[in-house]
């Protein structure tokens, strides 16, 4: 079955304990993206990966780091998270970056508390 | 100003009403736009893409107006099942790989 898989679907942490969210789709998907989702904020990008080893800054990146080491992989790291990144996180893969954009595929989300 | 807004909302309709929804770009160099549906906090999934000779799938009608800047979505005879939030998406603008998202507008469809 295709999709985009997160990991873990809920966490709850303190500040500062560093953590990774992992992300892995199964489609052979060029583009990754992470984005983060706020009541009355909607989604928002935080980084994203045109291709293997080509990460490129989404509209929040602060505070996050991702690596594109494998075309399936994307995980999301949170050096040290700090309470205002408690979030509703959302993995998402497409086909292709060619023009028209192509349909992105999301994962389930990971919500993400931060004491 | 935002790079991607929406109308407020939230839109509440009887089952069978038409409902339009409208979304403003501000980046001319944008280059492809979309509208997804969210269901309650989860994952946001493609409703339809949007292209300058507007595009109809049953009863849902998009239309992107370039010189405007601006996407719409109509939803004809609407059922319950479409209550939902609806985002709108646009792709490129500042940079080539950077997907920007409205803050989407709930519609509630009740009996």
């Known amino acids: 079955e295709a999709q985009v898989t997160q990991n873990p679907r809920y966490l709850i942490t303190v500040t500062g304990k560093k953590l990774t969210v992992t992300c892995s789709q199964n489609?052979?998907?060029?583009?990754m993206s992470w984005y983060r989702q706020d009541p009355g904020l909607g989604l928002r990008q935080i980084y994203y990966?045109?291709?293997?080893?080509?990460?490129d800054k989404g509209d929040v990146p602060e505070g996050y780091k991702v690596s594109r080491k494998e075309k399936r992989n994307f995980p999301l790291i949170l050096e040290s998270p700090s309470p205002n990144q408690t979030s509703l996180y959302f993995c998402?893969?497409?086909?292709?970056?060619?023009?028209?954009?192509?349909?992105?595929?999301f994962g389930p989300g990971t919500r993400l508390t931060v004491t | 100003r935002k790079e991607v807004e929406q109308d407020p909302g939230p839109f509440n309709v009887p089952e069978g009403a038409t409902v339009a929804f409208n979304c403003t770009y501000s980046?001319?160099?944008?280059?492809?736009f979309f509208w997804y549906r969210q269901d309650c906090r989860k994952e946001p999934k493609l409703l339809m893409s949007?292209?300058?000779s507007g595009n109809e799938d049953g009863r849902f009608t998009a239309q992107l107006n370039r010189a405007s800047q601006y996407i719409s979505l109509l939803i004809r005879d609407s059922k319950l099942s479409d209550s939902a939030t609806y985002l709108c998406?646009?792709?490129?603008?500042?940079?080539?790989?950077?997907?920007?998202f409205g803050q989407g507008t709930i519609l509630t469809v009740h009996p």
């Open positions: 998402a893969s497409s086909l292709s970056t060619a023009q028209p954009a192509y349909e992105q595929y």
């Open positions: 489609m052979n998907h060029e583009y």
């Open positions: 990966s045109m291709n293997v080893e080509v990460t």
């Open positions: 980046n001319s160099a944008s280059q492809s």
């Open positions: 949007v292209y300058s």
């Open positions: 998406v646009v792709w490129g603008g500042t940079s080539y790989g950077k997907l920007t």
